[in-house]
């Protein structure tokens, strides 16, 4: 561990990527409710249309920019999804 060395978060982390989504189109949606604490994986979902909200794709990590989700160590790790499929949820989260 002699090699560690200090970097900021954004240098090693892509915050928010960009991803497409057309208004309207069915996909899988992930509120906040569907994360449970302490747990890595999303347990359930819905399929809505896209009106908005945070995108996402599989290995992605989903937490929430809230406090008390925060505290309550709501955050998962997205396995949901199909090969280039595209999901939504909460615009609560930081994905």
Not at 72 to 93: H, M, P, R, W, Y
Request: a positive charge.
């Amino acid at each position: 561990m002699t090699r560690w060395t200090l970097a900021k978060a954004a240098d090693l982390i892509d915050f928010n990527p960009r991803e497409s989504m057309r208004k309207g189109v069915m996909a899988k949606k992930v509120a906040m409710k569907h994360l449970s604490p302490f747990t890595r994986d999303i347990p359930t979902y819905n399929i809505a249309p896209f009106n908005g909200g945070s995108k996402f794709r599989n290995g992605d990590t989903l937490m929430a920019c809230i406090t008390p989700c925060l505290e309550n160590c709501k955050a998962a790790q997205v396995s949901i999804l199909n090969d280039g499929e595209v999901g939504f949820g909460s615009t609560e989260f930081i994905s």
